[in-house]
């Protein structure tokens, strides 16, 4: 597997359970309060159903948007972007691999047959960029 492919499914898993997953699960809470805060999420859910139509659909964007803006400048640390960071009397530089195993077992052991190296790139921009990809895609089809 090349390092581009491998950047586009790490970046695909980060949406997938980030924002699409943020948001559908924020949805199921509003519906149906559970979990150890029970009682804020069902304070939230009143406060989402005095709302109007318009009201709540600019919230949703508001949430959603803060975590596109919250993983667009995670992902650029990744790429490197940001540069090196300086910790516990050294310098420091974020990296990302995708391992491949053979099967269950070798992945448990961490026997890959395979590191691909994701970032940071020498041109340091691939990850935040194919996020905001995935989001303008996303953000496309929600408006047709």
Avoid at 7 to 33: L, N, W
Avoid at 55 to 62: D, R, S
Wanted: proline share 2%; aromatic share 12%.
């Amino acid at each position: 597997m090349d390092r581009e492919k491998a950047a586009e499914i790490f970046v695909r898993h980060i949406y997938d359970t980030s924002i699409s997953g943020a948001m559908h699960q924020v949805d199921e809470m509003i519906d149906d309060p559970i979990g150890y805060k029970k009682g804020k999420w069902e304070m939230a859910s009143h406060f989402f159903a005095d709302l109007t139509p318009f009201e709540q659909e600019v919230l949703k964007f508001i949430i959603k948007e803060s975590l596109v803006i919250s993983l667009h400048k995670f992902l650029s640390s990744l790429d490197g972007v940001t540069g090196f960071y300086e910790s516990n009397n050294c310098t420091m530089q974020y990296s990302v691999y995708l391992d491949l195993f053979e099967d269950v077992e070798n992945a448990i052991i961490g026997n890959a047959f395979e590191s691909i190296k994701i970032s940071p790139t020498e041109r340091g921009e691939d990850l935040h960029d194919i996020f905001m990809g995935l989001h303008d895609e996303a953000d496309s089809i929600e408006e047709l």
